[in-house]
């Protein structure tokens, strides 16, 4: 157990609803930045031309605040169901990394338990709760403070969602018009935030231009590709830098330390805050 | 109905990458080279659906109208303000205003 985590203060709690309490409030500085994300997700929702029980619904049934944007302008451009469903299952495919990190912790849970795990793992929960779940304390006290984090950041998702619909519903019909920027702004800013280093650099700049190459591709099967594409140019610098310019002895090779910022494949910045 | 199930076929797309390894993988990790290509997917995948949206936001055609040139100049403003400032509200608000404000300027609203 490490002294980065913020439950191991002296007075750490020990029974189960203690730890879902220290681990809702592990997530506070993740709700502050998470909520007007969700706010920003109800009203683009609405303004994509779903209702308010399918804006709602897709938020809670996706727990993925980027798998949510990018249905919803999916669906706003009248994407084909099996792209918006294909298309959502890349951008979730790096939370294999996570769970196959967490597996060998619970695999003592019963099956339920393990289900709600895997269904409440976002990145937030995942970088704040997993050092915990390392530790040697039993599977089930652990996974309690687990639960309350993302039980918490779920709870706040929601309220978010329900706030960013009744603003929708105020914002005047001529403000409606053109919204399709702000969702784009959302994928932007959040792009932004993962840019750091030239390898990740390459794997977006080809991306980008094989989505424009592949534009005239029917069911927007270019972004599919394109992904793809850049994904595999960011593998190839991997490849290259390792060849090329080894780490240094003393420096962890990437691949083995899970937490480290630098880590594309751990990224925090790609999900924005925490979603 | 068709919505009903694309929503939970969504949420089936979203579920699986977190629960399979969970019920399945047990001891085993994913080979450094399938993890440093999943690293990767999600920034490409932004940038696939991000580019296109800012390059060519009208029928999937690149042009200069007093339409697209917001597109153009918000969507730079927004990924260059992202790059040095780290607040998501701050850097999303700039982007939307640079855009309704251009749009204004230019009489396109």
Not at chain 1, 258 to 271: G, H, I, N, S
Request: with cysteine; net charge neutral.
């Amino acid at each position: 157990m490490s002294d980065r985590t913020p439950t191991s203060a002296p007075e750490r709690p020990a029974t189960p609803r203690g730890e879902f309490v220290a681990g809702a409030r592990s997530m506070v500085p993740f709700l502050l930045s998470a909520f007007p994300l969700g706010v920003i997700g109800g009203t683009l929702g609405l303004a994509s031309g779903l209702s308010y029980l399918e804006t709602f619904g897709l938020a809670m049934v996706v727990n993925s605040g980027t798998a949510q944007f990018i249905g919803f302008k999916l669906i706003a451009e009248g994407a084909a169901w099996p792209v918006i469903v294909l298309t959502t299952l890349i951008l979730s495919l790096r939370m294999l990394i996570y769970s196959t990190l967490l597996a060998p912790h619970v695999r003592e849970l019963p099956q339920r338990w393990r289900l709600l795990l895997g269904f409440g793992l976002i990145d937030a929960v995942f970088f704040v709760a997993f050092d915990r779940m390392k530790g040697g304390e039993p599977a089930r006290r652990k996974s309690m403070f687990y639960f309350g984090a993302s039980a918490v950041m779920y709870v706040n998702w929601a309220v978010a969602t329900v706030v960013g619909m009744v603003a929708g519903h105020l914002l005047p019909e001529r403000w409606r018009a053109g919204l399709d920027f702000p969702m784009t702004a959302v994928f932007l800013v959040v792009l932004a935030g993962a840019l750091a280093g030239w390898k990740i650099w390459s794997a977006a700049v080809s991306a980008g231009a094989l989505a424009m190459l592949f534009l005239g591709l029917p069911y927007n099967l270019g972004l599919i590709v394109a992904a793809l594409g850049g994904a595999c140019v960011g593998m190839a610098c991997e490849r290259i830098e390792r060849r090329w310019f080894p780490p240094k002895p003393q420096e962890p090779p990437p691949a083995e330390e899970p937490a480290r910022d630098d880590d594309p494949a751990v990224a925090p910045a790609v999900d924005g805050d925490g979603r | 109905m068709s919505m009903l199930l694309l929503i939970l076929g969504m949420g089936l797309a979203t579920f699986a990458p977190r629960y399979v390894p969970l019920l399945v993988f047990r001891d085993r990790e994913l080979p450094a080279d399938v993890k440093t290509f999943l690293g990767y997917l999600p920034a490409a995948l932004l940038a696939a659906i991000a580019v296109p949206s800012v390059l060519a936001p009208v029928d999937n055609r690149v042009e200069i109208t007093v339409v697209t040139i917001p597109y153009l100049v918000a969507g730079l403003v927004t990924l260059v303000t992202g790059l040095f400032v780290e607040r998501f509200m701050i850097v999303w608000t700039v982007g939307l205003a640079v855009f309704f404000g251009l749009r204004w300027w230019l009489g396109a609203m």
